[in-house]
């Protein structure tokens, strides 16, 4: 991991402790004695490092559901890129969420959807490349982008699917 990528992951960490914090402090307690959740819900976009599972069942070198990711988990391998809770599940838990672990979109219930969910996945990322290596996408079209000229305007980029 370069310079700048050590950077981003302290100032996530930094971020996610300092909103942690901020939610023990503010979290109230409704009129029977019950602590009442900072948020109501949680929805979690990323890569591996918060991939709850959702690539369990897709086909992909990428997945965690075997040992010894989630050795600490009694019920086997949820699919977490680690052997317990990623950085979110300890952040549902102080935000005062329950049940704390957000569950992954791909195995998530109707119900469980106005709760949260986990959209994370690992080998993804914002550029076509990303996991291509890892991630089996044979039936999803390809994007190539190539310049076009509008009437004299500068050169853009446009996308076509082949």
Same mark, same amino acid.
């Given at each position: ?44 976009? /990323? ?6 599972? &959702?690539?369990n ?8 559901? #075997? $040992? +010894? ?12 890129f ?7 599940d ?24 106005p ?9 993804? /990322?914002?550029?076509?490349e990303?996991?291509? &290596?890892l ?9 190539? #982008? $190539? +310049? ?8 853009t ?6």
């Amino acid at each position: 991991m370069g310079y700048d990528g050590r950077r981003l992951a302290v100032v996530v960490a930094v971020a996610a402790a300092a909103m942690a914090c901020w939610a023990a402090e503010t979290r109230g307690v409704a009129a029977w004695g019950a602590p009442q959740p900072a948020a109501p819900c949680m929805y979690i976009f /990323g890569d591996s490092l918060v991939d709850n599972g &959702n690539n369990n069942n897709i086909l992909s070198l990428a997945r965690a559901n #075997y $040992r +010894p990711y989630g050795i600490d988990f009694r019920e086997g391998p949820p699919g977490r890129f680690t052997n317990g809770r990623t950085m979110v599940d300890f952040l549902s838990d102080m935000l005062g969420l329950r049940p704390p672990l957000v569950p992954p979109y791909a195995a998530a219930r109707p119900a469980d959807l106005p709760r949260g969910a986990n959209f994370a996945s690992g080998a993804s /990322g914002i550029l076509a490349e990303t996991g291509n &290596n890892l991630v089996s996408n044979h039936h999803t079209p390809k994007t190539t #982008y $190539r +310049p076009v000229s509008l009437a004299g305007a500068p050169t853009t980029a446009t996308a076509t699917a082949s």
